[in-house]
């Protein structure tokens, strides 16, 4: 994680806008943690509508590993705010959103 938000070499372009999500990456969260989970399920057709199985159906090593970070986030995670304004779920959707696209570009 800390490796992807290093600034990339370069003053102009794409460069400049990846280096800014980033920045603005760290200095939203300023303290980060990462988790691995393992894949839900291993049934590659169930899988790629996950939406539409039944929870029962998931892999207990998956289940287990995110009870293990809801726990972690719920104990930890503060409201996110950018300047004085609490973000509500829709704004952090549309800024990640951004920060997706960007980095990604």
């Known amino acids: 994680l800390e490796l992807a938000l290093k600034p990339v070499k370069g003053a102009h372009g794409a460069a400049v806008a990846k280096n800014q999500i980033r920045e603005s990456i ?13 894949r839900p399920m291993t049934d590659e057709r169930k ?9 029962k159906e998931l892999r207990p090593e998956f289940t287990d590993g995110l009870k293990d ?7 930890h995670a503060l409201p996110k705010t950018l300047g004085t ?16 696209t960007a980095i990604n570009a």
């Open 26 to 38: 760290r200095d939203l969260f300023p303290e980060r943690d990462c988790c691995a989970l393992v």
């Open 47 to 55: 899988l790629q509508k996950l939406e539409a199985v039944d929870p």
């Open 69 to 75: 970070f809801m726990g972690r986030l719920m104990q």
């Open 85 to 100: 304004t609490v973000l509500t779920g829709a704004m952090l959707a549309g800024l990640a959103d951004s920060y997706v």
